[in-house]
Structures are given as C-alpha cells and as structure tokens.
C-alpha cells in the first residue's frame, strides 16, 4: 500500500495557496498605485493628442460622465482635433509626497487667441461688406470658421510655451489622477481660456462702472430723430439676437442696443443708417474706428459717422452732406 504524504501535499497547497494570495495581492496592489504620477500625465496628452477624452477621463479625478464627451458638429470636431493634434509635451520633474504629486511639465500648443485674431482681423473687410449688404449671416459664420481651421493647421501658425504644474492625487483603485485647473486648460489652448476671462472680466467690470450713469438708450436717439426726420425715416427696426445680422448684439464689447432705417432719399438699397449704443464710451470708440478703417480701404462703404460718449451713429452714406448733416446735428444736440 502506497503511503500517501498527505502533510506535504498538504503544506505544498498552503504554500502555493500563500503564494497565490501574494501574487494577487501584488497585482491588486500594482493596480491601485498605478503607474508613477509622470507615467499618467504622459498617458494623459498621449490621448490629448489623439482628442481621444474617453482616455483622457481616465486620468482625470472629477467626477464626469464620458458619454457627455461628444461633439456638437463637424466644425467643432475638426477645430478640436487641430488644436489638440499640435500639442507637444516635456516632463521637466516629478514630485511625491504621500498620496500628492506635483509633475513640472513644459507645454507647447497652439497660441490660439493670436491665431484667432489673425482670422477675424483678416476676415473683417469681407465681414463687414456683408453686414452691409445683408449677406447671409450662416454664410459668413462659415467662412470665418474655415478660415479659422486653415489657419490652426498652416505650418507657420503661432506657438506658445508654458511650464505648468500638474497636481495630482493618488486614488486606491484609480491609480495617480490630474486635478484639473485653469493652469492645465490654459496650457492646452495656448491661453485662450484666460484670454476669454479676462476679456469677460473687463466686460463685466464696464458694466459695473457704467451702471451708475444715465443711460441713453437707442430708442430715445431714434425718437428724438423722428422729430424733425419722421418724413425720410422708414422701416425702422429694432435689432435683437434673433434679426441681427452680424450677431454682435450683446456679445462683450459689442453694442447693447441697435436701431436701423432707412432714408427714403436715399438712392441706394442698403440699409445703412443706424444707432448702436455701448456699455461704454471705449467700446463704442473701437466700434468707430474699426469701421472707419474698413470704409478707408472700401470707400463704396462711405457713411457719416458721429459719436457721443457711448452712443455711435452713422447714416447711409448715400445721402448728400446737408441731408446728413441735419441727422447729425440733433444727434450733437442730445444731452449724452
């Protein structure tokens, strides 16, 4: 009869059962750390790179819902992928400090509130011509998106360089995870995030400034118009979000309030007179001489132009100097 060591085999399962639980728990371990915070930060603009944001959710400590992460149209979809495609990134140091980590890294993309002023600055002449002539708005928003996309992947376009710190925390299941703030968003978009606060910071603040004052709105210029003017003034229209052509009203630094009409001595079909009132007199100056400078270099475009404070004029250049000039002189006479 056969002895059987059942002690050993006994102690051979215990010890391969010791073993087992060893390994497991090492994996699970190895799991949980994860890899070193760098190796998550690369992980994290690899994917960038790639607009690939269910990854890059990955490696986030937010709580976020990656179905959310969806584009909203082609446009967008191609505008993302050429901004985030010419990220580049150089790990310059990594820090631990029980579950915290700090990764110094230097980021490269592309400078994007230079390379949308390069667009809208180039486009303007074009843009403000259709203003005129009542193009299509869809047609120019169009345009100024295409142009925007061909100037995010010429090879020549603006690049900036910031070095940011990349917090991070250690989470038990997750492994090392970004903290995101507006250093890291503003690294990816070459500023642009706080080139847009900053501006709507200024916006607000005019606001703040001006709400003490009295305002004079654009109806009561067009009511004191109609005074003396009633007979020539036709089609007057209020301008909203939903009938403006050029989609400025209410944007920062644009004009608040919009009044249109036409004159009918006037000889030509556009509707070039109007009044736009400003949340302040230093938008309302960048208004006046961003269209003197498109009428200097279309002068097809002529109209006569005065302002007061934050309240902008201009009537249809069509007219002679003295019908004009008699618009002009009761909009000089208002208390503004």
Same mark, same amino acid.
């Given at each position: 009869?056969?002895?059987?060591?059942?002690?050993?085999?006994?102690m051979?399962?215990?010890?391969?059962?010791?073993?087992?639980? =060893?390994?497991?728990?090492?994996?699970?371990?190895?799991?949980?750390?994860?890899?070193?915070?760098?190796?998550?930060?690369?992980?994290?603009?690899?994917? #960038?790179?790639?607009?690939?944001?269910?990854?890059?959710?990955?490696?986030?400590?937010?709580?976020?819902?990656?179905?959310?992460?969806?584009y909203?149209?082609?446009?967008?979809?191609?505008?993302?992928?050429?901004?985030?495609?010419?990220v580049?990134?150089?790990?310059?140091?990594?820090?631990?400090?029980?579950?915290?980590?700090?990764?110094?890294?230097?980021?490269?993309s592309?400078?994007?509130?230079?390379?949308?002023?390069?667009?809208?600055?180039?486009?303007?002449?074009?843009?403000?011509?259709? #203003?005129?002539?009542?193009?299509?708005?869809d047609? #120019?928003?169009?345009?100024? =998106?295409?142009?925007?996309?061909?100037?995010?992947?010429?090879?020549?376009?603006?690049?900036?360089?910031?070095?940011?710190?990349?917090?991070?925390?250690?989470?038990?299941?997750?492994?090392?995870?970004?903290?995101?703030?507006?250093?890291?968003?503003?690294?990816?978009?070459?500023?642009?995030?706080?080139?847009?606060?900053?501006?709507?910071k200024?916006?607000?603040?005019?606001?703040?400034?001006?709400?003490?004052?009295?305002?004079?709105?654009?109806?009561?210029?067009?009511?004191?118009?109609?005074?003396?003017?009633?007979?020539?003034?036709?089609?007057?229209?209020?301008?909203?979000?939903?009938?403006?052509?050029?989609?400025?009203?209410?944007?920062p630094?644009?004009?608040?309030?919009?009044?249109?009409?036409?004159?009918?001595?006037?000889?030509?079909?556009?509707?070039?007179?109007?009044?736009?009132?400003?949340?302040?007199?230093?938008?309302?100056?960048?208004?006046?001489?961003?269209?003197?400078?498109?009428?200097?270099?279309?002068?097809?475009?002529?109209?006569?132009?005065?302002?007061?404070?934050?309240?902008?004029i201009? =009537?249809?250049?069509?007219?002679?100097?003295?019908?004009?000039?008699?618009?002009?002189?009761?909009?000089?006479?208002?208390?503004?």
């Open positions: 009869m056969e002895f059987i060591n059942y002690r050993g085999i006994t051979k399962l215990i010890r391969k059962g010791i073993l087992m639980f =060893i390994l497991t728990s090492l994996v699970l371990t190895l799991l949980a750390c994860g890899a070193k915070p760098d190796e998550s930060v690369k992980n994290f603009f690899e994917a #960038a790179k790639k607009s690939d944001f269910t990854t890059m959710v990955n490696y986030i400590k937010k709580d976020v819902n990656k179905s959310n992460f969806k909203d149209d082609k446009d967008q979809e191609k505008v993302i992928k050429s901004v985030f495609s010419k580049s990134y150089e790990i310059v140091s990594s820090s631990v400090d029980g579950k915290n980590a700090t990764v110094k890294t230097k980021v490269t592309l400078d994007l509130p230079k390379i949308y002023g390069k667009t809208v600055s180039d486009l303007m002449p074009s843009l403000l011509a259709s #203003a005129f002539s009542n193009a299509n708005s047609d #120019a928003k169009n345009q100024v =998106i295409q142009t925007f996309i061909n100037d995010l992947n010429d090879p020549n376009a603006s690049k900036t360089t910031t070095e940011v710190d990349i917090k991070l925390v250690k989470d038990n299941k997750s492994g090392w995870l970004i903290e995101p703030n507006d250093d890291l968003v503003n690294a990816i978009t070459g500023n642009f995030n706080k080139a847009f606060a900053n501006n709507n200024s916006n607000d603040s005019s606001q703040k400034q001006d709400s003490s004052k009295s305002k004079v709105t654009a109806q009561f210029v067009v009511d004191k118009l109609k005074e003396k003017e009633g007979s020539y003034m036709t089609d007057i229209t209020v301008v909203t979000a939903e009938n403006d052509d050029n989609k400025l009203l209410g944007r630094n644009q004009y608040t309030e919009k009044i249109f009409w036409k004159d009918n001595r006037s000889t030509g079909d556009r509707t070039d007179s109007t009044v736009e009132v400003f949340n302040n007199k230093e938008d309302a100056d960048a208004r006046r001489q961003y269209i003197e400078g498109v009428i200097k270099s279309m002068p097809t475009f002529t109209q006569y132009i005065e302002q007061e404070n934050n309240v902008l201009r =009537i249809d250049g069509q007219l002679t100097p003295d019908q004009a000039n008699e618009y002009l002189n009761i909009f000089k006479s208002l208390d503004i």
